[in-house]
């Protein structure tokens, strides 16, 4: 634990509380800045500085202990695939709307499956 900069806790033995996995003593041990991510926070937590549903700083250390993780991520997906469209468009269209394909930009030169008639990947 002591050398870990991220660890992710799981857990669980259905219909009691979560096992400590991590003692204070280990969190103590981690550094500065270190994050746990305790996904057992619904049933208590694998660690017993878990706060369920908050994300707190003990001893310099993060603990996440989000109590519905699957719902974060899909917004989470959503989000990055949006951001990851709008950052393509703006490399293939310009500031006044027009479309510029720039075959010296290596990642619009990779992602172009025709062009003029032809197809350049198969």
Avoid: W
């Avoid at 509380?17 to 991590?22: E, M, N």
């Amino acid at each position: 634990m002591a050398q870990a900069d991220i660890v992710i806790t799981t857990a669980l033995i259905p219909g009691r509380a979560a096992p400590v996995l991590v003692t204070e003593d280990m969190v103590k041990s981690m550094k500065p800045g270190s994050v746990i991510v305790d996904l057992a926070a619904p049933q208590g937590g694998n660690c017993p500085l878990t706060e369920p549903g908050q994300t707190v700083i003990k001893h310099g250390v993060t603990l996440i202990g989000q109590t519905n993780v699957p719902a974060l991520v899909a917004a989470d997906a959503s989000a990055l695939y949006a951001r990851n469209l709008l950052d393509f468009l703006k490399l293939i269209i310009t500031k006044e709307g027009a479309l510029n394909i720039d075959m010296e930009d290596d990642i619009v030169a990779a992602c172009l499956m025709t062009q003029a008639g032809e197809v350049r990947r198969k």
